[in-house]
């Protein structure tokens, strides 16, 4: 049985780098109009965050926590790599 607070982590962090990114479109919207900038760094941390869960959990998930951590990792990789560095740097 998946863990519910292990899953609403990996969807905390993954929603940190989407927001740090660009992505989620109301906070988005709302942080370009109040002057705030996209932020690269926080995105990476999240990523770097996301591996570890991924190798201080290894062995101990069950198969839908394992599975939502992947993607989680895929996605943040997949947002980074179209982002462009000149417009997510803080």
Do not use: H, Y
């Not at 989407?18 to 996209?38: F, I, K, P, W, Y």
């Not at 839908?64 to 990792?73: G, K, M, N």
């Amino acid at each position: 049985m998946s863990n519910t607070d292990f899953l609403g982590l990996i969807q905390s962090l993954t929603a940190a780098a989407e927001t740090s990114l660009g992505q989620l479109n109301a906070l988005t919207s709302r942080m370009q109009r109040d002057g705030v900038s996209r932020n690269r760094a926080t995105a990476e941390r999240s990523l770097r965050l996301l591996e570890m869960l991924v190798q201080k959990t290894r062995g101990n998930l069950d198969a839908s926590e394992a599975r939502a951590l992947s993607e989680a990792v895929l996605n943040v990789k997949k947002l980074l790599a179209e982002t462009p560095l000149e417009k997510a740097q803080a």
